[in-house]
């Protein structure tokens, strides 16, 4: 159960589009379609963004977007708004019963 | 409306136990599988346990297997973590969050309502 990747801090302008990655292994990311992203702002709780690896929840903004590729799943977003700046966490199932997170991404609106 | 209510959390001595409880609402509670998520102070997320509908599938972290317990008590509408031979690595707030797949089993698809979090520490 070791941690996906993500990159420590990502930074983009108003209107920009960002991409985080999340690299997992055959055990997990590569092995099934159950990715998912997580926002967190500080101070509050976790906000589901994207499920199934590329489903949204209802309410989520569609400048929210997420694709899986081997065993890396990436985050998207487009029309970058000072809103979106938090943390950015994704997870997986890792099979038998087990999920695994990122180590989270700080996402800085220039 | 969704609810998750967690409580238990407090300072403990390392080596000590403690028991959290969330208490959902909201939703038809024994039609989804129920997790622990915990976050070390400015640390990332951890997943830390997860239990199915009818608790015949339960997963631990590596990091709290053998020393921590989940349960839950579908005419209560609870979910429980029994934390013993705690660390001082276990501090952190944990919340209480529920599966977004309809049915209960623990092929998670991700976790769609979230609790406020109880806050554990562990110092002597």
């Known amino acids: 159960q070791s941690a996906l990747t993500q990159p420590a801090s990502v930074s983009g302008s108003p209107g920009q589009s960002i991409t985080i990655s999340c690299t997992g292994t055959s055990s997990d990311v590569g092995s099934y379609n159950l990715v998912s992203w997580y926002q967190q702002h500080p101070g509050k709780a976790p906000k589901l963004m994207i499920y199934e690896v590329s489903k949204r929840p209802s309410g989520v903004s569609n400048r929210f977007s997420g694709s899986k590729s081997g065993n890396t799943a990436s985050l998207t977003i487009s029309g970058l708004q000072a809103e979106d700046e938090a943390d950015y966490y994704c997870?997986?199932?890792?099979?038998?019963?087990?999920?695994?997170f990122g180590g989270g991404t700080k996402l800085t609106v220039l | 409306e969704v609810q998750l209510v967690e409580s238990g959390g407090g300072l403990v001595q390392p080596g000590r136990s403690l028991r959290l409880s969330c208490a959902a609402s909201?939703?038809?509670?024994?039609?989804?599988?129920m997790h622990w998520v915990r976050q070390a102070p400015g640390k990332g997320l951890e997943w830390v346990s997860g239990?199915?509908?009818?608790?015949?599938?339960?997963g631990y972290a590596d990091s709290v297997k053998g020393r921590f317990t989940i349960s839950r008590d579908n005419a209560k509408n609870s979910l429980y973590l029994q934390m013993n031979s705690l660390r001082a690595e276990d501090t952190a707030l944990y919340y209480c969050?529920?599966?977004?797949?309809?049915?209960?089993?623990?092929?998670?698809?991700?976790?769609?309502?979230w609790g406020q979090g109880t806050l554990v520490t562990v110092s002597s």
């Open positions: 239990i199915s509908w009818n608790s015949g599938s339960i």
């Open positions: 969050a529920k599966d977004i797949s309809l049915g209960g089993w623990l092929q998670s698809s991700g976790f769609d309502y």
């Open positions: 997870c997986s199932y890792a099979g038998s019963s087990t999920s695994v």
């Open positions: 909201g939703f038809t509670f024994d039609d989804y599988a």
